[in-house]
């Protein structure tokens, strides 16, 4: 796979190529995409999560929960 010169590139997609591939082993291409899609797909709940757990935290923050007398986060 060949860089373009579009200004976009980084430097460090062929590396991130051949670690793919790597990981990736002999597995057909076809299989590997519901590997790939299942990364993506917790990285996107995860990241809702954490948004979600940030405006709960804003929101209970004025009720009184925040702070060290009341309710606690686990983290």
């Known amino acids: ?10 430097g460090f997609e062929e590396t991130l190529w051949q670690a793919a ?4 082993g002999h597995m057909d291409p076809s299989e590997y995409k519901h590997v790939a899609l ?7 709940i995860s990241d809702a999560f954490q948004e ?7 929101d209970s923050k004025g009720l009184g929960f925040g ?9």
């Open 38 to 44: 299942g990364l993506i797909f917790l990285k996107y």
């Open 21 to 24: 591939d790597k990981m990736r």
């Open 1 to 10: 796979m060949t860089a373009k010169s579009n200004g976009a590139t980084l």
């Open 52 to 58: 979600r757990r940030e405006e709960i935290r804003k």
């Open 67 to 75: 702070g060290s007398g009341g309710f606690r986060w686990l983290s």
